[in-house]
């Protein structure tokens, strides 16, 4: 079965320093990998996907993500946080078949304080 | 282009009662998806629909939850009668070749 982790259930960072929001799965087979974001009042929002190729992704509003296949990892990261980077992170995956759901994790609620 | 719609954004609704949510895809969507969050807890897939057929109703908690979408078009999802445990954010998503676009979800409250 595939499941996804987010050990944290907040993240506070300081406007203008790194972030990182991390995120383990589990998948049979080769795994697919998303991050949403969600803004108070809005629908998720697509930030970025990794499928193959390089395992640097990078996504929408400078945030980007690194699959890790032998950590089964896909933080997400991003150098310089704004406040306006303060929402609801979630992490899915599903397995390379098309046949299966995405699967999320529990949300990371990400804080930047100016 | 529209996004995906959902109505109402919020329902308030009394133990025992029916309630039903919808759901508008963007036009030409063949792929519908009802997910669920419940506070603090991971989004859970409810069920899958491709056009009108239920293609994977696997993550449907009982027979108190009904979906349909007839003609293909937008969704319905009636749960009835409705149970404290069915509290939480109600999310739509379609998609036509991959990615997944989502509603802002509807609220659902049963007190």
């Known amino acids: 079965a595939q499941s996804v982790a987010q050990p944290e259930d907040q993240v506070n960072v300081a406007e203008g320093n790194p972030l990182t929001v991390k995120c383990t799965y589990s998948?049979?087979?080769?795994?697919?990998l998303f991050w949403y974001v969600q803004y108070p009042n809005r629908g998720l929002q697509f930030l970025l996907k990794?499928?193959?190729?390089?395992?640097l992704v990078k996504g929408s509003y400078g945030f980007e993500a690194e699959f890790n296949k032998s950590q089964t990892s896909f933080h997400l990261k991003k150098p310089s946080a704004l406040v306006s980077d303060s929402a609801l992170y979630f992490c899915a995956v599903r397995d390379n078949s098309g046949n299966t759901p995405l699967v999320f994790g529990k949300g990371t609620r990400l804080s930047v304080i100016a | 282009e529209a996004g995906v719609t959902q109505f109402p954004s919020h329902s308030v609704i009394e133990k025992g009662q029916t309630v039903t949510l919808r759901c508008d895809p963007i036009s030409g969507h063949d792929n519908l998806y009802w997910y669920r969050r419940v506070m603090g807890k991971e989004i859970k897939f409810l069920l899958h629909f491709v056009k009108e057929s239920k293609q994977d109703e696997s993550g449907m908690p009982n027979n108190r939850f009904l979906a349909e979408r007839t003609g293909g078009t937008y969704s319905t999802l009636k749960v009835q009668p409705a149970e404290l445990e069915d509290s939480g954010v109600y999310f739509c998503?379609?998609?036509?070749?991959?990615?997944?676009?989502f509603g802002s979800g509807t609220q659902l409250s049963v007190l």
């Open positions: 998948v049979s087979g080769n795994p697919y």
């Open positions: 990794y499928i193959t190729g390089d395992n």
């Open positions: 998503a379609s998609s036509s070749r991959g990615r997944l676009f």
